[in-house]
């Protein structure tokens, strides 16, 4: 009889055992969440981009990235959250674009300077307008671009994003460090205030008492924030702006600090036909030199 009790007792200490190995975990809090990247970038070069007294921070950034909130559109499926791995970027961890390792085979070898050639697209999905001195950055800025092309290409089919530049020379020397690029539409349909799209009441309903090239605008806007690694975006309209903001800053697009006009909001302003988007400091390679377009 005593020798079945302590059987007895041996298994019930057991089975308290597994009881508390088996007990789940406490769940995650927003602060288990907070990242390491989401301070704020450094301004701007002072050449096609605002001047430093035209530069103000947003004053209620949201401070805590929580989770990056990444379309499947391209069906490459969602990027990690890990480092770049080998892609020429400068920082450890942070947010990355959509991983697509198609496209980043496509984009080939990085030069001994990190940079990497935007590749010829494969299925349509952008328009490269400048020749291929122009065409080289961080990976992380190819992938993106890739990513919204694709996500423009499937919401709007009658243009394509057409990419100008992306490294430069010269006077261009906000393009030197493989974080800035500047995005057009072909038919002129967003990001361009003198077309004819500015003119035109919006299709959306959702886009009521705007016009349709500014509906389209706020439509570009999101989709380069969609991985939010992008910090700035100057373009010269204030309603496009206004409206991308709210939108960074109601999606928890937490590292997007900035989005400012050049001058005055109208027709002949220096981002009056394009959009120029830079993605975080983070990513910035050594200058590319004199060899760039």
């Not at 947010?95 to 299925?123: S, T």
């Not at 100008?164 to 393009?175: Q, V």
């Not at 800035?180 to 886009?207: G, H, K, L, R």
């Not at 991308?244 to 999606?251: K, L, Q």
Request: aromatic share 8%.
């Amino acid at each position: 009889m005593k020798n079945i009790i302590t059987i007895g007792s041996i298994a019930v200490l057991g089975l308290a055992a597994m009881i508390i190995l088996l007990k789940p975990s406490s769940p995650k809090t927003a602060g288990n969440l907070i990242s390491a990247n989401a301070q704020q970038q450094t301004p701007p070069a002072a050449d096609e981009d605002p001047p430093s007294d035209f530069i103000h921070v947003l004053p209620n950034i949201i401070k805590t990235f929580t989770q990056i909130d990444l379309p499947t559109s391209n069906g490459t499926g969602v990027g990690g959250t890990g480092g770049t791995g080998g892609t020429g970027g400068t920082g450890g961890g942070g947010p990355v674009a959509i991983d697509d390792p198609a496209f980043v085979a496509r984009a080939g070898a990085a030069l001994p300077n990190g940079y990497y050639q935007m590749p010829e697209p494969v299925g349509g999905e952008y328009v490269l307008r400048d020749p291929p001195a122009c065409r080289y950055g961080n990976i992380e800025l190819l992938k993106l671009i890739n990513q919204a092309s694709i996500m423009w290409k499937n919401k709007y089919a009658d243009s394509r994003i057409e990419i100008w530049n992306i490294n430069a020379s010269g006077g261009h020397a906000s393009h030197k460090n493989g974080i800035d690029v500047d995005i057009a539409i072909t038919n002129e349909s967003a990001a361009n205030m003198c077309s004819a799209f500015y003119d035109q009441p919006a299709s959306d309903p959702s886009c009521a008492g705007i016009s349709e090239g500014q509906c389209r605008s706020i439509e570009l806007g999101k989709m380069f924030l969609a991985s939010n690694i992008v910090q700035m975006i100057f373009y010269d309209d204030p309603t496009v702006n206004d409206a991308i903001t709210a939108y960074a800053r109601s999606t928890n697009k937490s590292n997007f600090i900035l989005i400012e006009p050049w001058g005055t909001p109208a027709c002949g302003a220096g981002h009056h036909n394009h959009f120029h988007v830079r993605i975080l400091d983070q990513y910035k390679l050594a200058d590319f030199g004199p060899d760039g377009c």
